[in-house]
Each structure stands twice: as C-alpha cells, then as structure tokens.
Nanobody, 124 residues
C-alpha cells in the first residue's frame, strides 16, 4: 500500500505560480512512476506530468509544457509540481498518483494509488 497526500493548492490570478507537493508513504520503491493529473468539472481526468523516479525521466502534457515542472526529493519521498504562468484553463482538482515503471500519463488506469486531490483555481 502507498499513501499519497497532496498539498499546495489554492487560488491565484492568471500569470501566477503555485507549487504542489505530494508526500508518499508506505511501500514506496526507488523505481516507480509518480504522476500529476487534473480534472475540471465536466471534463475527463487529464494527465499533466509524470516522473520516473528510477531514471529521472519526465513527461508533460502539451498544454503545460514550458510552464509546469515536476521534480522529486527522494530523501523526503515527495514529488513536486511547480506551476508557473498559470491560466484560467488550469483550474481543476489536481491529483497525485503512484504507479510502476510501466505507467504513463496517457492512461490513468495504469496508476494504482491516488491522493485525495488539491484544488487549484486560477482567476482571470
């Protein structure tokens, strides 16, 4: 079992920044995949970013490339999502997810563990 706790959401104006954190505990492994997803009201869950903790590879949705950065602190078992130049369309509930080395952000079903989410609201 893996427990994930997100924090760092909030309300900002367009152009602002937020940093989300995801603290993992339980049966975490050095070679897995940690992802951030988001879901806006009435829309499907969307993969935003992922990091493969063993090799440090990162992947981003086209909609956030150049604005969001995913990173990890292995000593703290924490993954971060730095979000810059936020836009109103970034408004959503953001979820942290843990998978294995075969997981990818294009398939939320490939992630076995999920946090409860943190709300991000960007006003124009």
């Amino acid at each position: 079992q893996v427990q994930l706790v997100e924090s760092g959401g909030g309300s900002v104006q367009a152009g602002g920044s937020l940093r989300l954190s995801c603290a993992a505990s339980g049966n975490t492994y050095s070679d897995n995949c940690m992802g951030w997803f988001r879901q806006a009201p009435g829309k499907e869950r969307e993969g935003v970013a992922a990091i493969y903790t063993g090799r440090g590879s990162t992947y981003y949705a086209d909609s956030v490339k150049g604005r969001f950065t995913i990173s990890q602190d292995n000593a703290k078992n924490t993954v971060y999502l730095q979000m810059n130049s936020l836009k109103p369309e970034d408004t959503a509930m953001y979820y942290c997810a843990a998978g294995d080395y075969g997981s990818w952000i294009g398939a939320s079903s490939s992630f076995g563990y999920w946090g409860q989410g943190t709300q991000v609201t960007v006003s124009s």
